[in-house]
């Protein structure tokens, strides 16, 4: 059924962060169902995408936050005209840079956080939460609110996450993908540059991009209002398409 509404939440973090987004979504929309779906609990990360598409149920909208987003992306590459739109929030085609995608975090940067988790996890996953909400109106509250959503999970299973993160590259899987498409990107965004908003519309010109002014990487909980104001706004237009 089209009034289905997958949401798929970020790297490290539970459905917890998207729960009060999903409500404004019910709340707003009561015909969309809206469900979060917790990431795999996988060591391997190249089994995460079949696990995805053998959980969730076909003809969804798909929607995603970060690493939620790109995952998103490959499911809705991969069901094609099963899946009637694809939503992503905070989400880098490509996370860690590329000589070929520099509007992304530095390979540097990204290589030496992935060091850090694997030497201190818990210390790097509050750091984590801290990178989140940097630029954010109220960035104290946000931390919070984010390390309070932050999954218990084994180290190995964020590893490969982590890992996701750094070889996912979500392009050809967009430019593949014929359905609508909505990119929403926060302009102070600490870990995905709002500048991949510009190389995104260059390579895909004719999907929605939206850059949401005084806002962080948590996005859907900072500002969960205008987030699924947006994305009623665009999955009501594909309706009346």
Known sequence: MRDRLILLPGWAFSSAALEPLTELLRDREPRLQVDIAPLPTLDHPEAWLDELDARLPVDSWLAGWSLGGMLATQLAARRGDNCPGLITICSNPCFRSRDDWPTAMPAEVFDAFEEAFRLGPDDTLKRFSLLCSRSAY??????????????????SVAAAGLRLLAELDGREALQGYVGPQLHLFADGDALVPASAADALLACLPDVEVDVLANASHGLPLERADDVATAML???GDGEDD
């Open 233 to 235: 706004a665009f999955m």
């Open 138 to 155: 109220d960035p104290r509250t946000l931390a919070r609110q984010l390390q309070v959503s932050l999954l218990e999970q084994p180290s």
